[in-house]
């Protein structure tokens, strides 16, 4: 009897050879990031102004490779997948970063799993431009984003309340904004002040964090960056908060204890991956903002 090969609701390759253990193989673009990732990407590309021309479905060969009676099999499965297809045209204030872009551009994105996209140029176009849609892509687009996928949470609240990026719209997301008519002027004036008081409170927040973490007891530059050198991350937000921490090192040199102190009490010690974002690109704004070509 043959070997069954079938692929599982949940995205997984089951192998079953009879008389012998079923074998489970995962399949990169079909793991537990894929829907959130989507969302992200459509939120992102949106945010950049990047039309999304169309989703295109179609089909990709795995391989699966099983023993059976000491022969090693190969056996090819099709899995159905999709891609965005998206129209660029690259906004004011990049010229700099891509100077040989000046028309319209299509990207294909293909989910990779974990979280990550693989960002292909259509069409005839010279290297400059192949180089320059990258350096986009690289410098903008994927720190845009990582960080919207990081605070998915948030971008729940943006869509569901159909609000802005704004951070006030985040604290203000879990309560219910829609005022009844029904109820009395005084109600509904104690809710807009209440509102009022949560987003003052909010702005001063950068200087309360400041003061807060003066405050802490502080370990020595020495003991920090030793601790840094073995951390080791784990999971997809340890590892896209680590990959930001070296970037940021390369950006400012001249920062470098700054980011190490941020990076340790926010990430190695906490796991507070927001607080050391909206501090991180506080302290090194071209982050996302621009980049050198």
């Not at 012998?20 to 949106?46: C, G, I, M, S």
């Amino acid at each position: 009897m043959p070997a069954r090969v079938r692929l599982t609701y949940d995205g997984k390759v089951k192998v079953k050879v009879p008389g012998r253990r079923r074998e489970v193989f995962e399949v990169p673009f079909l793991d537990k990031y894929r829907k959130r990732a989507f969302r992200n990407l459509r939120f992102t590309l949106q945010h950049l102004n990047m039309e999304i021309i169309e989703e295109e479905s179609i089909k990709r060969v795995i391989e699966v490779s099983y023993e059976d009676e000491g022969v090693i099999h190969n056996h090819k499965l099709q899995v159905e997948d999709k891609t965005l297809h998206a129209l660029f045209i690259p906004p004011q204030g990049t010229h700099r970063l891509c100077p040989s872009l000046k028309g319209k551009y299509k990207i294909i994105f293909s989910y990779e799993g974990k979280g990550v996209f693989n960002a292909s140029p259509v069409g005839e176009l010279s290297e400059k431009e192949k180089e320059d849609i990258e350096r986009f892509v690289r410098y903008i687009l994927r720190p845009h984003y990582s960080l919207a996928f990081i605070n998915d949470s948030a971008l729940q609240n943006i869509q569901n309340k159909e609000a802005n990026n704004e951070v006030a719209t985040q604290i203000l997301g879990n309560e219910d904004s829609i005022e009844k008519r029904s109820e009395p002027q005084e109600v509904t004036d104690a809710i807009r002040t209440e509102k009022q008081r949560k987003i003052q409170k909010h702005k001063h927040q950068g200087k309360k964090e400041k003061l807060f973490i003066s405050s802490e007891k502080v370990t020595a530059i020495e003991e920090i960056k030793a601790k840094i050198k073995k951390f080791k991350p784990r999971g997809l937000k340890e590892n896209l908060a680590y990959r930001r921490y070296l970037q940021a090192l390369s950006y400012a040199p001249d920062k470098r204890e700054e980011i190490d102190k941020l990076f340790y009490n926010e990430i190695v010690e906490r796991k507070n991956f927001e607080r050391f974002y909206r501090h991180l690109y506080l302290l090194i704004p071209k982050l996302i903002e621009s980049a050198l070509p």
